[in-house]
């Protein structure tokens, strides 16, 4: 996949020998949550060098020969093991096909810019294993495969924004959540040499303070803050940051802002949160909410509203 773009490349490669390969792209174009099924065909618009589909993406590769029939009963083992709707309908538009020695590829590449050929998909698979390589250098500590691997999986949940970096809460279904962001913080950002983006991170969330409380999600079209823990997890991740980096410019730029969140956790905000002035503990409810990660509601009513002394 491409770094920082809607774009993805696919290399086949013959290691010995003469083949040919034939390449049958099997598309859909639908919500992350839905399946879809035959009934009607899809739009298919053919290129110089390959398709659009649905108007959505465009997908490029050699020797394309038009086509277009439903491939059938495709079935998502992911999906069924978590109990989702498995199986669906998808549109095989079309071969690509080359004849190949050894050492020779047929590449593919889908793009959603759709007035440009895609990304040379070689250039994308060279682009990612430099990106690897890079992203070791940076993180602090030993390196073994393992870290290796760990520091690569890191990058994948961190995202450009047009406000900034954040990391996203689990693909395909969530974006930015606080709680998830700054638990998860040092992890992404501190133990993979990237404080800089991290500090961008701080200092955005930081903007979004209301009533002593971060911004729980956007993730519904507006700035919620119906969250007890994300903001403690903030400055913890705050905290972390300046005694790993010696960051004390970062520590006198938000220090108004951790005065404002004490003050107002002490003072007592929304939904019930508030310290108890005799045990010192943080407590929160509110009917109708679910304050914590266990904040799934059902009809309006949460499932497990742990309202009161939350662990």
């Known amino acids: 996949m491409a770094y920082a773009a809607s774009a993805v490349g696919v290399v086949h490669r013959v290691t010995a020998g003469e083949a040919r390969l034939e390449v049958t792209p099997l598309c859909t174009w639908r919500d992350q949550h839905a399946e879809r ?14 398709f659009v589909f649905e108007t959505a993406y465009r997908v490029d590769g050699p020797g394309y020969r038009p086509g277009g029939a439903w491939y059938r009963g495709v079935h998502h083992r992911e999906e069924a093991a978590r109990g989702l709707g498995a199986d669906e309908d998808l549109w095989a538009a079309g071969t690509f096909t080359a004849d190949l020695r050894a050492g020779e590829v047929l590449s593919v590449s889908a793009a959603v810019d759709l007035g440009t050929r895609p990304p040379d998909p070689a250039a994308l698979v060279a682009a990612a294993r430099g990106r690897a390589q890079t992203l070791a250098t940076l993180s602090r500590g030993p390196q073994d495969e393992v870290d290796r691997i760990l520091v690569t999986a890191a990058d994948r949940f961190v995202v450009q924004t047009p406000t900034g970096p954040t990391a996203v809460a689990g693909y395909p279904w969530f974006g930015e959540w606080s709680r998830d962001l700054f638990t998860s913080y040092e992890g992404l950002f501190l133990c993979t040499g990237r404080a800089d983006e991290g500090r961008a991170v701080l200092t955005r969330a930081a903007g979004t303070l209301s009533e002593g409380m971060l911004a729980n999600t956007a993730d519904v079209g507006t700035l919620e803050y119906n969250t007890v823990d994300a903001t403690l997890w903030f400055l913890h991740a705050l905290g972390r940051h300046v005694a790993q980096t010696d960051d004390l410019d970062l520590a006198a730029e938000l220090a108004d802002t951790v005065t404002a969140i004490l003050s107002a956790h002490r003072a007592g905000t929304r939904f019930g949160i508030d310290v108890d002035p005799d045990t010192g503990l943080l407590r929160s409810g509110s009917p109708g909410w679910a ?4 904040d799934a509601r059902i009809d309006g009513q949460p499932v497990t509203p742990r309202s009161g002394y939350p662990v």
Do not use: C
């Open 37 to 50: 099924f035959a009934a009607g065909d899809p739009q298919v618009e053919q290129t110089s060098s390959g």
């Open 291 to 294: 304050l914590t990660w266990m």
